[in-house]
């Protein structure tokens, strides 16, 4: 079984940076695919970033230039800056396996406000 964590979540001012983290505890040796994904109030979830186990990177037009997804051999992370209103939701991380399919993080709220 594979849970994924998310922490860096907070409240910052409009122009502000955060920088959100995903541990998994257990093993996630076949990923094929993990990212980062926001529900705002009354909206749908969306995808924010995702990399693939290719290397090859994917941003929402919304976030491009001011977020960035990195990972490491320990936990997966959302550098994001610049932050707007608009960015206020909770934010998932997300982590395809080939064999298992989904998991998802129970989410870190993020709220950009003055």
């Known amino acids: 079984q594979v849970q994924l964590v998310e922490s860096g979540g907070g409240l910052v001012q409009p122009g502000g940076s955060l920088r959100l983290s995903c541990v998994a505890r257990g093993s996630i040796f076949s990923w094929n695919v993990m990212g980062w994904y926001r529900q705002a109030p009354g909206k749908e979830r969306e995808l924010v970033a995702v990399i693939t186990s290719g290397g090859s990177i994917n941003y929402a037009d919304s976030v491009k230039g001011r977020f960035t997804i990195s990972k490491d051999a320990v936990k997966m992370y959302l550098q994001m800056n610049s932050l707007k209103p608009e960015d206020t939701a909770v934010y998932y991380c997300?982590?395809?396996?080939?064999?298992?399919?989904?998991?998802w993080g129970q989410g870190t709220q993020v709220t950009v406000s003055s």
């Open positions: 997300n982590v395809h396996l080939i064999a298992t399919g989904n998991y």
